[in-house]
Structures are given as structure tokens and as C-alpha cells.
Nanobody, 119 residues
Framework: QVQLVESGGGLVQAGGSLRLSCAASGRTFSGYFVGWFRQAPGKERELVASISWSGGGRNYADSVKGRFTISKDFAKNTVYLQMNSLQPEDTAVYYC????????????WGQGTQVTVSS
């Protein structure tokens, strides 16, 4: 399994931006589908964005479309989540996760990074 290391969370004012990073270690993301999830207190975990490492597919939750962008850097073996126009409702712990192409469940998870948006 690929191991994931996240970074980039923090505290930002409403309307601000943050970029989260998810770096793979132990192996590359080749053959994987990578997603960013978030979970706020008292709420269910939500898949906010996902990307195919080998293909061109990207998907976003309706709640973040037009504000968040998921991207990949082959040289750095890293997936990013650029978050713009952040709102207090975006406050959550953000996790990156990876699943092998062709499987249904995300089997590798990062440790999570806190994103807090103040009003």
C-alpha cells in the first residue's frame, strides 16, 4: 500500500485560500485513484475531490465546485488541493486517501490536517 503524508492545513479568514498537499511514500501513485475527504465535527465524512493519477479524470462535490481544484505533480509524486474562497462551513479535518484503480474502497489514508476558516 502507498503511504500518504499530508500538509498545508491551518487557520484562514473567510474568503482566503489554502493549498493542501498529499505526498506518496513507499511507492508512487501509479495505478491509484486519489481523493480528498473532509470531516467536520458531528458530520459524516465527505469526498470533496478526486483524481485519477494515470488518467485525466477529476471529480468534485457540489459544495466545492468552482472553489477547489485538485491537481497532481508527477515529479513530486504529490496530489494537491487548492482551496479558494474558503468559507466557515469548509472547516473540517481534511484527509487524503488512495485506492487502487478497479477497487471500490480507499485503502490508504493520510493522518489528516485541520482546516479552520474564521468568519
Amino acid at each position: 500500500q502507498v503511504q500518504l503524508v499530508e500538509s498545508g492545513g491551518g487557520l484562514v479568514q473567510a474568503g482566503g485560500s489554502l493549498r493542501l498537499s498529499c505526498a506518496a511514500s513507499g511507492r508512487t501513485f501509479s495505478g491509484y485513484f486519489v481523493g480528498w475527504f473532509r470531516q467536520a465535527p458531528g458530520k459524516e465524512r465527505e469526498l470533496v475531490a478526486s483524481i485519477s493519477w494515470s488518467g485525466g479524470g477529476r471529480n468534485y462535490a457540489d459544495s466545492v465546485k468552482g472553489r477547489f481544484t485538485i491537481s497532481k505533480d508527477f515529479a513530486k509524486n504529490t496530489v494537491y488541493l487548492q482551496m479558494n474562497s474558503l468559507q466557515p462551513e469548509d472547516t473540517a479535518v481534511y484527509y487524503c486517501a488512495a485506492r487502487s484503480t478497479g477497487t471500490a474502497s480507499f485503502e490508504s489514508w493520510g493522518q489528516g490536517t485541520q482546516v479552520t476558516v474564521s468568519s
